[in-house]
């Protein structure tokens, strides 16, 4: 009798684990940072419309915090510019996020040329986050 409530326990016990697992399995693949790739998805979209020439885009956002080549492989893209974040241990010092963070306007004056002027290499569309483009609109 006490091995078999045992071994119901230990069934009931696998049986919560495996549930728990799934919820978190559906939520993660399915639901977590969902907007990203729905955003990535569109901006493919409007780049596929374009000439190849044309195409080019800039994520100025944390390191890693978007599938970058997986969403745009097979498509043309002319200038896939990030913000990049080598290891400090490989690189000690400030890394281009670091740069970015600190002095917006002065990485993206050295980076893409002056802000009202047109430049070959500017990049169009330019990606960010919310909070730190509110962030910038407050200062």
Do not use: K
Request: glycine content about 6%.
């Amino acid at each position: 009798c006490v091995c078999v409530c045992v071994a119901v326990l230990c069934v009931a016990g696998v049986c919560v684990i495996v549930a728990v697992h799934l919820q978190a399995a559906v939520y993660f693949s399915q639901v977590h940072q969902g907007g990203i790739s729905r955003a990535l998805g569109a901006l493919r979209q409007d780049l596929s419309r374009q000439p190849p020439e044309l195409r080019s885009v800039a994520f100025l956002m944390p390191c890693h915090s978007t599938p970058l080549h997986s969403a745009f492989h097979g498509l043309d893209v002319q200038q896939l510019h990030f913000l990049r974040c080598p290891p400090q241990a490989l690189f000690p010092g400030t890394t281009e996020t670091d740069w970015f963070y600190a002095r917006p306007l002065d990485y993206l004056h050295h980076i893409f040329g002056p802000v009202n002027s047109p430049h070959p290499d500017s990049p169009s569309p330019v990606c960010a986050q919310r909070h730190f483009l509110q962030q910038q609109q407050q200062q």
